[in-house]
């Protein structure tokens, strides 16, 4: 296999035109290197960020009907900047097959969070290309499941840890503590179990799609004991 091939199986999708996706990985600095003109990853990143931005929002408005603009904005601001693309892109071992210039390879480009960032969106630009917008949007389903799970139970609105751990401050300076119970399932369809503890008190429990999310869901149950 080789190694575009097993980037491919990291990322679950296969390329019908394999040149999209070394377009993708193609960084600009590599054109002051070659002999003549070079196509670069730059167009494809624009056509990215498009995608992204709509994958999101449209998850974010069906997901969250209740929801008004302002939280959703800074849910999907949230979720869609440098800092978040550059640690999906960790997370796919990316920048490990991105083609660089020299210079930009000995100044540690390939763990930069802008290079990383801009080849992420390349990348989704590819696959939309490739496949569609269906496929570019299941690769950011993907991608960002956990963090979607952890809005589910923790949108930009409240904050129930926070509510909790001001709440319990107010009683005691002991630390709260979040222990996992359980993790249940497949690898891509897990369910956690957490409870959150105080004191050496159990306080509350809660289930979610990521241990976030279970978290925040312990922490909304521990408040509802408390004020309810």
């Known amino acids: 296999m080789s190694d575009l091939d097993a980037f491919q199986a ?77 640690e999906r892109a960790r997370a796919l071992d990316l920048g490990v097959h991105l083609v660089l210039s020299r210079g930009e390879v000995a100044n540690g480009g390939r763990d930069r969070p802008s290079i990383l960032a801009d080849a992420f969106e390349a990348l989704l630009g590819a696959i939309y290309l490739d496949g569609g917008f269906e496929a570019a949007r299941a690769f950011v389903l993907r991608e960002f499941a956990e963090w979607l799970a952890d809005f589910e139970g923790d949108s930009a609105a409240d904050n129930p840890k926070g509510e909790l751990q001001e709440l319990l401050q107010a009683r005691s300076t002991e630390p709260t503590e979040y222990r996992l119970l359980h993790a249940d399932g497949p690898d891509h369809d897990r369910v956690f179990e957490c409870a959150v503890w105080h004191a050496g008190v159990e306080l509350g429990r809660g289930t979610g799609r990521s241990k976030k999310a279970a978290e925040t869901a312990a922490a909304r149950a521990a408040l509802a004991k408390a004020l309810g």
Request: aromatic share 6%; proline share 4%; net charge neutral.
């Open 10 to 86: 990291r990322i679950g999708y296969t390329f019908r035109d394999s040149s999209l996706l070394r377009l993708a990985l193609t960084h600009p600095s590599v054109v002051a290197e070659s002999n003549g003109p070079r196509e670069h990853n730059q167009r494809l990143e624009f056509l990215g960020d498009a995608v992204l931005q709509l994958s999101m929002s449209a998850t974010l408005y069906t997901g969250h009907p209740v929801s008004d603009e302002g939280v959703l904005t800074k849910a999907r601001a949230r979720l869609v900047n440098e800092t978040a693309l550059a």
